[in-house]
Nanobody, 122 residues
Framework: VQLQASGGGLVQAGGSLRLSCAAS????????MGWFRQAPGKEREFVAA????????LFGDSVKGRFTISRDNAKNTVYLQMNSLKPEDTAVYCC????????????????WGQGTQVTVSS
């Protein structure tokens, strides 16, 4: 599966953005999907994950209550809605997929897309 993230940009603190991750292929509904982010000089951080059906979700502690994740299997797309953004949310956001593991761990994902930059100004 090939993944392409989009929707990043520059936003003021307190604002919102919605990221999209479009997947190629006809078996998107088989994959568990995750969002990760990486800020300069920091390790890649788990943001959110959603299982193949959309019935289960996971969130990193730093985004709980502010971010939501959803998917539309008919459109081969997973979304990350980011509200109440903070300057510390500034990072490159990447989507990832795996057809076995529904996880918050970087190493559990087999497929990765290009990232999209999110910058939150104070």
């Amino acid at each position: 599966v090939q993944l392409q993230a989009s929707g990043g940009g520059l936003v003021q603190a307190g604002g919102s953005l919605r990221l999209s991750c479009a997947a190629s292929g006809r078996t998107f509904s088989r994959y568990h999907m995750g969002w990760f982010r990486q800020a300069p000089g920091k390790e890649r951080e788990f943001v959110a994950a959603i299982n193949w059906s959309g019935g289960s979700t996971l969130f990193g502690d730093s985004v709980k209550g502010r971010f939501t994740i959803s998917r539309d299997n008919a459109k081969n797309t997973v979304y990350l809605q980011m509200n109440s953004l903070k300057p510390e949310d500034t990072a490159v956001y990447c989507c990832a997929a795996d057809d076995v593991r529904f996880s918050s761990k970087v190493n559990d994902y087999s497929y990765w897309g290009q990232g999209t930059q999110v910058t939150v100004s104070s």
